[in-house]
């Protein structure tokens, strides 16, 4: 070590997140269409999908939260049914209902083609914006075309 400089060591992560101390605890979560756009209400924060979410009588909550997620008009087919029972590698099962628009979620992770329950898509973590819960996935066509695959445990749905 004679004759070198010592440089100061890289921080250790620390906290919850395994961020280092320099960064903010915090998580970023991405929306699909995160630009603001004026609902008719006004309120620049919100995209024009969060109006369908918001109808007490068709809005689907988080359960740890109540947050809206989506609403039963957003719900869709997908391979000849709405709902689909997947278990993952771990060999953990999973109850999905399907959906068009999400928007009271948010993404974390890199999207991934491994283990797809949907051939032909990718897909990437969906957590509620709110409490940060897993909520299921967002499924990706090479085209453009998306659905996300929601857990139903994880949500309050609306009586009909």
């Known amino acids: ?64 939260c109540l947050h809206p997620i989506t609403s039963v008009v957003e719900q869709r087919v997908i391979n000849s049914a709405h709902v689909h029972t997947f278990a993952n590698p771990s060999g953990i099962l999973f109850e999905i209902a399907c959906y068009r628009n999400a928007s009271g979620c948010g993404y974390i992770g890199p999207t991934s083609a491994e283990f ?4 032909g898509f990718v897909w990437r973590i969906a957590v509620c914006t709110n409490c940060l819960i897993h909520l299921g996935w967002r499924f ?20 009909i």
């Not at 440089?7 to 970023?28: A, E, Y």
């Not at 990706?140 to 009586?159: C, E, M």
């Open 140 to 159: 990706i066509a090479v085209d453009g075309n998306f659905f996300h695959g929601l857990i139903t445990s994880r949500l309050i749905f609306p009586k």
């Open 116 to 119: 797809t329950w949907f051939p």
């Open 1 to 64: 070590m004679h004759g070198q400089t010592m440089m100061n060591p890289v921080p250790k992560p620390v906290g919850p997140l395994n961020l280092p101390p320099s960064l903010p605890n915090c998580f970023l979560l991405l929306r699909p269409h995160s630009r603001p756009q004026k609902r008719r209400d006004g309120d620049p924060h919100a995209s024009p999908d969060d109006e369908t979410a918001t109808r007490p009588d068709e809005a689907v909550v988080c359960r740890q």
